[in-house]
């Protein structure tokens, strides 16, 4: 007897389990961020303690194994030998897909940002087949079909074989709301599309076999959905939002977002889940609106917002979304880049870390913070409550944060000012000790220029939306380096055959690794 394709995928999923990650499922797990608003909390130092030892750091220099002459937006996903990373180039952006050994470009190919482009980092995203391929997963500029709405970014979701470039997959011209991911976070390729009444549907590719499943057998989600986690979506139906659990194609829970995170709460100001299956438990927080007028609004008001009424941090139990905790005035889009390795959401000793508004306000049009403070929590994710807080500090803008992102498996942050930085453990939020010559692993945002005509053909081009971002070798203070060390080098999470791949300003390299640190 032939299996229905939906029978088939539900039976694939459930086999392989947990046992198969889907390299690309980082991009559903980023921050999120519709306007720059209200900004981030500037994170903080804290008071000395007594002198700590040094680390036990590598800390000799290295140059790079390889080099490509590129212009990033943003850090490689790696699989199979393979290095995928996204480049500006002179019309857009494209993919480029390396060898990891030596740098040879194996393909490259042209990405379109979708209808997600000015609210979600343009990230690469890699998935498996049924037979064990990766492959790289992404949108291309399509043609319309003839009369048509006034929506001019019509796109296909495309699949290639990650190592040959190789075309597995090319869909139809559609209007698609979400670029593509892992189906479940696994395997395939799933991605959102407007439907003829504008609602949205979610649709599986089976990359093995060419088919395709659409509509409530894969989602039964109804009204506008997009993922904003893992297995986890904000759901816009009349006019109300709510945020869904949906996992092998059941919904295990479905929650109003304003119950979860309280009045005025919306992704619209900004989003970002974590999740932990060792726990059971989403982490998550939301921007919260307490005006009567819509996020877009905002500077064309005279007011002042409360900072510490503008975000909320909630922990939520996976399987059935009661709330653990909450945290007021609180945020995790500042320690974005900070990994869970190392930390109690996957059986670590460390903390996880958010900030918290202390005080203050932003006003209106100006968009200027006054009297604001904010302060590093790290926190115990069952119960929310403080295990550590830094000193508040002072908060002038929102381009300006104080917890320096650096590569690491959540055993620490950098913390501070620029100018007055300290290097926390993030076990006990103490000063943690590094020598002078010791490295790290610092990241600097970056942006690229949007296609022409917007997403629909009355709205001007040439837009700037969200990449990523590149890597520089930097100090404990947060001050740029002279090069990569070998312990900063450990903290990456794109190492490949003993070689960590990194995008830096202008290029791409490959960085060998010593033994002891494989």
Avoid at 50 to 63: G, L, M
Avoid at 218 to 228: A, I
Avoid at 377 to 404: F, M, N, R
Wanted: charged share 20%.
């Amino acid at each position: 007897m032939i299996q229905s394709l939906t029978s088939r995928l539900r039976v694939r999923l459930k086999s392989v389990g947990a046992g198969v990650t889907a390299v690309g499922a980082a991009l559903l797990l980023s921050a999120c961020t519709m306007i720059p608003l209200p900004g981030m909390p500037i994170a903080t130092t804290p008071a000395p303690t007594s002198s700590t030892a040094p680390i036990e750091r590598n800390t000799e220099t290295t140059t790079a194994a390889w080099e490509v002459p590129l212009d990033p937006i943003g850090q490689p996903v790696v699989a199979d030998g393979v290095a995928l990373v996204y480049a500006k180039v002179a019309n857009g952006v494209n993919a480029h897909a390396f060898s990891v050994a030596d740098g040879k470009q194996l393909w490259t190919q042209p990405v379109h940002p979708g209808l997600d482009a000015v609210g979600t980092p343009l990230e690469p995203a890699v998935t498996r087949t049924a037979g064990g391929r990766s492959a790289a997963i992404f949108l291309q500029a399509a043609t319309p079909p003839p009369n048509t709405s006034d929506v001019a970014w019509w796109t296909s979701a495309v699949a290639v074989d990650l190592s040959t470039g190789k075309e597995l997959y090319r869909g139809r011209p559609e209007l698609v709301s979400t670029r593509p991911f892992a189906c479940d976070g696994l395997l395939d390729m799933c991605f959102i599309a407007f439907d003829e009444t504008s609602q949205t549907l979610e649709h599986w590719v089976d990359l093995e076999y060419g088919e395709e499943l659409v509509g409530p057998e894969v989602n039964p989600l109804t009204g506008n959905f997009r993922p904003v986690g893992k297995e986890l979506y904000s759901v816009v139906a009349g006019g109300v939002e709510t945020l869904a659990h949906v996992s092998y194609g059941e919904v295990q829970w479905e929650v109003e977002m304003e119950t979860l995170f309280g009045k005025g709460a919306t992704t619209d100001m900004g989003w970002h889940f974590t999740y932990s299956e060792k726990l059971d438990l989403y982490v998550g927080s939301v921007g919260i609106n307490p005006t009567t007028f819509s996020p877009d609004k905002f500077t064309e008001q005279t007011f002042s917002l409360n900072l510490r009424e503008t975000t909320k941090t909630v922990g939520l139990r996976a399987s059935t979304g009661r709330v653990l905790w909450t945290a007021e005035g609180a945020q995790l889009d500042c320690a974005k880049t900070v990994g869970t390795a190392a930390s109690k959401l996957e059986g670590g000793s460390a903390f996880p870390v958010r900030c918290e508004y202390v005080d203050g306000f932003i006003e209106f049009p100006a968009a200027k913070y006054r009297g604001s403070h904010s302060k590093v929590v790290g926190y115990d994710p069952l119960t929310g409550d403080a295990a550590w807080e830094s000193k508040p500090v002072e908060v002038h803008s929102w381009e300006t944060t104080g917890l320096i992102p650096s590569a690491n498996h959540g055993d620490f942050v950098i913390a501070g000012h620029f100018s007055d930085s300290t290097l926390l453990d993030t076990s006990t939020g103490k000063f943690r000790g590094a020598s002078f010559e010791d490295g790290f692993v610092c990241w600097e945002e970056t942006t690229y220029t949007m296609p022409p005509d917007g997403p629909t053909k009355d709205q001007p081009g040439g837009a700037t939306a969200a990449g990523s971002r590149i890597a520089f070798p930097c100090l404990k203070g947060g001050s740029p380096a002279p090069a990569f060390t070998y312990g900063a080098l450990t903290d990456v999470s794109t190492p490949d055959q003993d070689i960590a791949v990194i995008s830096v300003k202008g290029k791409v390299a490959g960085y060998k690794l010593l033994k002891e640190f494989v």
